[in-house]
């Protein structure tokens, strides 16, 4: 082993860093790492540096901890650039969902689809083409994962407009399919699986158990129980295709605005009465602040941090390790198309990777179902149309993004909304300047 060193940029992010750090330090991959945080806010990077460190001394581990508010510091001869950035934080996510409520548009998450994905496109893109930028030039060997919502955007931006490649990664897929395993009662680490589609609507069309075809056990428990409780739409979505939708209600339901109109949802209101964005809000700014006090020494260190746990950072050290070994496993990851018939070649698609020492190598897949594809197409086209809206600051593509995703039906709302949302992001927005 040698000693690595990973870089955390947007390290002051109440979800992602306390389990990416967590993960590093159980590993074994290293005989030392040096663990980098990087944040713009000095508070959250104060908090983040304060935690990681009292995480190191807990476990007695062999890692050196660096914090900058200037990546170009840190990122040489970085083996691992992680990327967990929110443009404006909490409160400018906030605007995302609020600021459309206003104009009869309601949404449970507004970080991937619909106004309040793609106005927080608008801002995450032009830092992260900033971040691309520098990981290309200081440590272009470096292996570079981003987290950061909305996926395929950020992803297809980088991809389509620096020299730099990066991965996307999310935990949707590995929580979709426990969640079926659930439903049938089969050991989620026994199960096979094929999907495709975009991040937050990636469709499962495969589903095995030491070779067994899950789907007829699945129908089997359907019949018998009749419509489930949770998740009405998704399973609507598979009577209706023949494949599962990742990552369930919350998110794809944002992908289907005129079957939620007036975010009607089966009785209740999306974002207010069901999936409560207030309550997602809260929880983040009471997660940050017991972080804060765990930093300062004024709660003590949650050890439940140290057991693996469903959650955003449950794959990337499992994909290091790979890399590392060679060993090719393969992982959900969010790449350029290569290998599925239908979809453009370049769109980022997520689907199965092989994680190995030449890279993260897509496989190839058998043709989607015509309604599958469909689906998943014309929501990689609205990515399109966003990711051109932000590279050129383009008040014009705004407007044609929202009016291509659905969520409102005229040109004269959609101006409307996005003046209201450009006006309440100006700070974040220097190329619409």
Aim: net charge negative; glycine share 8%; aromatic share 8%.
């Amino acid at each position: 082993m040698a000693n690595r060193k990973i870089v955390l940029i947007g390290a002051g992010s109440a979800s992602f860093t306390a389990g990416l750090v967590a993960d590093v330090l159980t590993s074994g991959l290293a005989d030392e790492w040096t663990i980098a945080l990087v944040d713009i806010d000095p508070g959250a990077l104060e908090v983040a540096q304060g935690l990681v460190r009292r995480m190191v001394e807990r476990r007695n581990a062999s890692a050196i901890v660096e914090a900058t508010t200037d990546r170009c510091e840190v990122l040489p001869a970085a083996d691992v650039v992680v990327t967990t950035i929110a443009v404006g934080g909490r409160r400018a996510w906030e605007n995302d969902v609020y600021i459309p409520r206003e104009h009869g548009v309601f949404q449970p998450v507004g970080d991937t689809v619909g106004a309040g994905g793609i106005s927080r496109a608008l801002r995450q893109i032009p830092p992260m083409l900033k971040i691309a930028g520098d990981v290309h030039r200081l440590c272009p060997e470096a292996h570079f994962f981003n987290y950061s919502n909305p996926m395929a955007c950020i992803c297809r931006a980088i991809n389509k407009a620096t020299p730099q490649r990066v991965v996307g990664l999310c935990h949707g897929v590995q929580g979709t399919l426990r969640y079926l395993c659930g439903f049938i009662g089969v050991p989620y680490d026994e199960v096979s699986a094929l999907y495709a589609g975009m991040n937050h609507l990636t469709w499962i069309t495969h589903f095995a158990h030491q070779g067994e075809d899950l789907w007829p056990r699945v129908n089997a428990k359907l019949a018998a129980i009749g419509e489930p409780e949770d998740n009405p739409f998704s399973w609507e979505l598979y009577r209706t295709y023949g494949a599962f939708p990742a990552v369930l209600d919350r998110h794809v339901s944002e992908f289907f605005p005129e079957r939620f109109p007036g975010g009607d949802y089966y009785g209740k209101k999306l974002g207010v009465e069901v999936f409560s964005m207030e309550d997602v809000i809260q929880r983040g700014d009471e997660r940050f602040q017991r972080m804060a006090a765990q930093a300062r020494g004024d709660q003590p260190l949650d050890d439940a941090i140290f057991e693996r746990q469903p959650g955003e950072h449950e794959a990337l050290i499992d994909i290091v390790a790979s890399i590392f070994a060679d060993a090719q496993q393969l992982f959900p990851m969010n790449v350029p198309n290569r290998t599925i018939p239908g979809i453009p070649a370049e769109f980022v698609v997520e689907m199965p990777v092989a994680a190995t020492q030449a890279g993260c190598l897509p496989i190839s897949l058998p043709p989607l179902p015509p309604g599958v594809l469909a689906t998943a197409t014309e929501a990689l086209y609205g990515v399109e149309i966003t990711v051109d809206a932000a590279l050129q600051g383009s008040r014009d593509l705004f407007v044609q993004a929202l009016m291509y995703d659905r969520c409102v039906v005229d040109r004269k709302s959609a101006e409307v909304l996005a003046d209201a949302l450009l006006e309440a992001h100006r700070d974040h927005l220097p190329q619409f300047a």
